[in-house]
């Protein structure tokens, strides 16, 4: 069969399975099906994406999959357009997206030969489900439990003149994630918490509020809102006496964001995940214990518990709030609020590693239920690298009210990329806002930030810059705003079309201090 017929065929089948975005990074050898998808493209049966970055295409092509939870391929051509892919891969790998990648190659015969561009493709990324027969992608799709790889042998001639195109496949109804909560009861103790790490979606808010108990929730767990969940928990878990009376943790999710859930989760307490598998859990297997996916609590916490979480939650934070506000340094933690308030119902929020996901989750009020807000963040590995490719995929993939990016001027210039789009190329409508202290400052808070390690510091670990993020958004054609977190709120208002980026300076050399001021009006106010 010709590789026209081969990548056509291939086509046909990934629409049969659900592919209605797909996206290509330009190549010779992955031509013949660079030319199908596009034709599938015209034909209106799926929406394609063109990238010249391969790193950038795979990240566009996770944001694509994480908003739709649909399968994306990305497809690439043979050499180190393969590998650049990796990164992608891995953040899929961890979070369990459907993300497909396909690798055009050579054939078989020319594998070690020193033929051009050449080099062994197969089973190129380990631990992800791996298939070379393109006539069974359906079958490695089905068998994945996250990303996939299909290698794509492709013999000359490779293209073909002709027309063709594949017929266009009804649309299913995107359904909103299931809730199944009828399961076997779950033995609580008197003192438990509920913990809802990234991508736990609504089962951890109902599982708390089923047996009344506090939530402990990520920004990007799919679970903070209702009236359960708390805002200033991470600190409770350190200054609060109400911390060491938990008894027991039921966890949903991958929770990796903050170190006082990862030590509560390593407590000699029972903990318990409501999962098919340990895979999220970050501790070793015998530090929980695995139940089933939709258990339900057997009773009821006693009220007072519940309030007790309640006030002192409120007491933190409106002391994180007094500090913010007495506290020049806090700039940075009103970007944050500024940015989960301008989130409307049926909004999008995408939130970059390092400070910008830890500050949210300090000041970010629980949401509505039922307004369908979605905040995500690239939390399977946790890199900063192609957020903003992530953030744009994302909001093509979602029809939102509004949608936002919220990053540090790292992980922008990191991803600079994303922004180098074709005229020809879908673009959504998407603020992103940089909070911008040139370099990295989460470092400062951690055990490197401490004064024994200033005379390496700013050079290893804060790694300024000096770019100008203004003058990198006129030369890739993006408008950009350099504003105070004053102006931030009313500029977040603003209608959009297209892509803009909105840019606000914070302090970084008193980002510790900052830490430690918020930390001890914590302490001073729930404290004994």
Request: proline residues 8%.
């Amino acid at each position: 069969m010709s590789a026209t017929s081969v990548c056509r065929d291939l086509v046909e089948d990934l629409l049969d399975v659900g592919v209605r975005e797909a996206v290509i990074a330009p190549g010779s050898r992955s031509g013949p099906l660079a030319i199908a998808l596009a034709a599938a493209d015209r034909a209106g049966a799926l929406r394609l994406h063109v990238r010249v970055d391969e790193r950038t295409a795979g990240f566009l092509a996770l944001g694509l999959a994480k908003a739709s939870r649909s399968w994306v391929p990305v497809v690439t051509t043979s050499g180190t357009a393969s590998a650049n892919l990796h990164p992608a891969l891995l953040e899929a790998r961890h979070a369990r997206v459907r993300l497909l990648a396909v690798t055009a190659d050579r054939p078989a015969r020319l594998r070690g030969t020193g033929a051009n561009q050449t080099t062994d493709q197969i089973r190129l990324f380990p631990g992800i489900e791996f298939g070379g027969d393109p006539a069974a992608v359906d079958e490695l799709l089905l068998d994945a439990d996250g990303p996939a790889h299909l290698n794509l042998e492709l013999d000359e001639p490779l293209v073909e003149a002709g027309e063709w195109a594949p017929a266009v496949r009804p649309t299913q109804p995107r359904e909103g994630p299931r809730v199944p909560m009828d399961g076997p009861e779950l033995a609580m103790l008197p003192h438990a918490v509920v913990v809802a790490g990234d991508d736990a979606g609504p089962r951890a808010r109902v599982f708390a509020e089923q047996a009344g108990l506090p939530l402990l929730a990520e920004p990007s767990s799919g679970a903070r809102n209702g009236d359960n969940a708390l805002t200033a928990y991470r600190l409770l878990l350190e200054h609060s006496p109400l911390a060491a009376q938990i008894d027991q943790v039921v966890v949903f999710g991958h929770p990796t964001l903050s170190r006082p859930v990862t030590a509560l989760l390593a407590r000699d307490i029972d903990v318990v995940v409501p999962a098919r598998d340990l895979r999220g859990f970050p501790h070793p297997p015998g530090h929980a214990r695995p139940v089933v996916h939709d258990s339900m609590p057997d009773a009821m916490a006693a009220p007072t518990w519940l309030d007790a979480w309640r006030t002192a939650d409120t007491m933190a934070s409106a002391a994180i709030d007094g500090a913010v506000t007495r506290d020049p340094a806090g700039a940075a933690l009103e970007v944050a609020g500024a940015v989960n308030a301008a989130v409307p119902a049926q909004g999008l929020l995408v939130v970059g590693s390092s400070n910008p996901i830890r500050d949210l989750d300090l000041v970010a009020r629980p949401y509505t239920v039922g307004e369908r807000r979605l905040v995500l963040a690239n939390r399977g590995l946790s890199g900063i690298d192609g957020t903003l490719s992530t953030a744009i995929g994302a909001a093509l993939a979602r029809e939102s009210s509004r949608a936002l990016a919220y990053v540090g001027d790292l992980t922008f210039l990191h991803d600079a990329n994303a922004l180098l789009i074709g005229p020809g190329e879908p673009r959504p409508d998407l603020t992103i806002v940089v909070a911008s202290d040139d370099g990295g400052s989460i470092f400062a808070t951690l055990e490197q930030g401490g004064p024994e390690f200033t005379d390496v510091f700013e050079r290893v670990y804060a790694t300024p810059t000096g770019a100008d993020i203004g003058h990198l958004c006129a030369a890739l054609g993006i408008p950009h705003r350099l504003l105070g977190t004053t102006d931030l709120p009313a500029a977040l208002d603003e209608h959009v079309s297209g892509i803009r980026v909105l840019e606000v300076p914070v302090p970084r050399d008193s980002r510790r201090a900052l830490a430690a001021s918020v930390s001890q009006a914590v302490r001073d106010a729930v404290g004994i």
